[in-house]
Every structure is written in C-alpha cells, then in structure tokens.
C-alpha cells in the first residue's frame, strides 16, 4: 500500500499500518533476517555524504570566500536599493530587443 492511501485511510488505519510493520520487523528479526543498525547507518551516511558535498564544496569555494572578501573589505559590498538601483540603469542602458 502507498503511503498516500494509507494516509487516506485516516489515523487509526495508519496507527494499524505500523503495528502490522513493527510485528514484521521483529518477526524478522527473531529469525535473524534483521540488518544490523551499524550497516543500515553507513548505508545511510553514504548516500547523504555523496549528496551533501556539492553543496560543501559550494559553501568553501564560494561562499566562504565571498564572506571573508566582505569581512576584509565591507565598503565593497552594495546594499540592496543600491544594486537595484545599478541593474535598473544597466537594463534601461541596454539596447532594446527587436
């Protein structure tokens, strides 16, 4: 059963839905079928890892360097209403498409 029907079927019906999967579970468990919690947790730290090191790489690539430029030199930064201001003369100086 998907999850959307399950939840379609309202708590109760959810509430009977883990039961049955918690009775599973330690039914498979009591035969040895169970994955030891150590496999299951680098299995999982794997696939998050491999996910999350776009976005690490990002952050120390970019990020970091734009905040410590920032730090180093604060007058370089603009503030809002000043870059809205300079994108609105750069868009008004720009030639017009035909």
Do not use: C
């Not at 049955?20 to 150590?38: L, N």
């Not at 690539?61 to 201001?85: C, I, N």
């Amino acid at each position: 059963m998907t999850r959307d029907k399950a939840a379609d079927r309202g708590p109760e019906a959810r509430l009977e839905d883990l039961d049955a999967t918690v009775v599973r579970g330690v039914a498979a468990a009591d035969a040895g079928e169970a994955i030891p919690a150590g496999a299951v947790f680098d299995r999982l730290e794997a696939r998050y890892s491999a996910q999350a090191k776009p976005v690490e790489n990002w952050l120390r690539e970019d990020v970091a360097p734009t905040y410590d430029a920032h730090k180093a030199d604060p007058g370089r930064v603009m503030s809002a209403e000043e870059l809205q201001r300079s994108l609105k003369a750069h868009m008004e100086a720009a030639p017009k498409a035909r």
